[in-house]
């Protein structure tokens, strides 16, 4: 059992969204979750200090060079809503990591620039979910999530052309309900006394139109589909990675979204498939769980030479850039091309490990490792 921190956005502790990756960790592991705030940087510092075996960013891909360059064991799991935009010059800092990835897109383009990926498609158990059955008249569902984004109800009322009604689930991520109420349909809202309330008024609705253009996951799609609701999303990363287009879904350009008619034929045909989707890839993840556990518990320990504690104070600071302004870091990253160099792997040390990861394309030899784990170390 390996003694694990966990570290997270503070703003999923409001969705939820990432417990499942934490609680397949605590299947096997002591797990420490660490939700970081405005304090993130004396955060990382004791988290450094802790002696944990393995360290896994969640979404917090911009602390992985601290971590690696303090000698730790290293996951990330970056979502491409939020990093996806990154350069190369970025990620190459964090070469001596380990990446698990949701999204294919950025998955494929990490594994392009020589990084060490896992990709991993997650579904929420069907099981959990009544599915629709009745298809008779179209009815819309619409969370009211980044209206700063265009996202809002005059977005929304273009899909009323081909609707009958439409509940609007008003809770913006970081702006106040109140300013951006909807003039039409019926309406929900967060509220911790009332939890059910979003369920309530989606098992309610057969046509679920995506919140937001661009995702990391899309929990909310997810549940969408595990319902067999006829799913409309952006045609864009990571909807376009679950939906094929008028065979489990529709995919439509949200900056100018055109469709055709949902007749209920084919809003049945849309959402039965949907679900049929979501139970196979829910059937994949579960069998897929024991190699990417084994994945993270194999983590090398990182190689690198001695960092100073002032290019690490430093490199920290930096970091409070990040969510001030994406040009701002970028161009602060830039000072820190010598302590890229020394978190790069030399070509010739990691021969033994090129080769390790070559065969680990071979199920057999994973299977290999995972009864003989001490032959693995040698890489």
Known sequence: MAKIAFLDLSFHVKTKSTNFFY?????????????????????????????YDIIVCFQTDNLVPYFIATGHRVICI?????????????????????????SRTLHDRLKRIGMDSMYAQYYLDPSRFTPVEDYSSRRFFFWQRRPEHGL???????????????????????????????????????????????????????????????????????EALARGMCVIGNDFVTANEYIQNDVDGILVNYADPKFDTLTPTRM??????????????????LKIKEDLLFYIETTPRPRISK????????????FKNFSDGRETYRKNLRKFSGLQQKLSINDDESSLGKINHWLRRYWLWRRFQSLTKSIYRIF
């Open 23 to 51: 609680d397949l960790l605590a299947t096997r592991h002591d797990v420490d979750t660490y939700y970081l705030g405005n304090d993130a940087v004396s955060q990382a510092k004791d988290i450094a200090s802790v002696g």
């Open 152 to 222: 809002d109800t005059k977005f929304a009322s273009k899909f009323m052309m081909i609707g009958d009604s439409i509940h609007f689930h008003n809770a913006p991520d970081v702006l106040s309900a109140g300013d951006w109420e909807p003039a039409f349909g019926t309406c929900s809202y967060f509220n911790e006394q009332n939890a059910n309330a979003y369920s309530e008024a989606l098992s309610k609705s057969n046509i679920f139109i995506c919140p937001r253009s661009c995702e990391g996951i899309g929990m909310s799609m997810l």
């Open 78 to 102: 970056p979502m491409f809503d939020g990093s996806g935009s990154m350069s190369d010059y970025y990620w190459k800092f964090m070469k001596q990591a380990r990446f698990v990835n949701f």
């Open 307 to 318: 960092v100073s504690a002032k290019t690490l104070n430093e490199f920290l600071i930096n």
């Open 268 to 285: 049945q045909f849309l959402g039965e498939n949907a679900r049929t989707r979501a139970i196979k890839g829910y059937d994949k993840w």
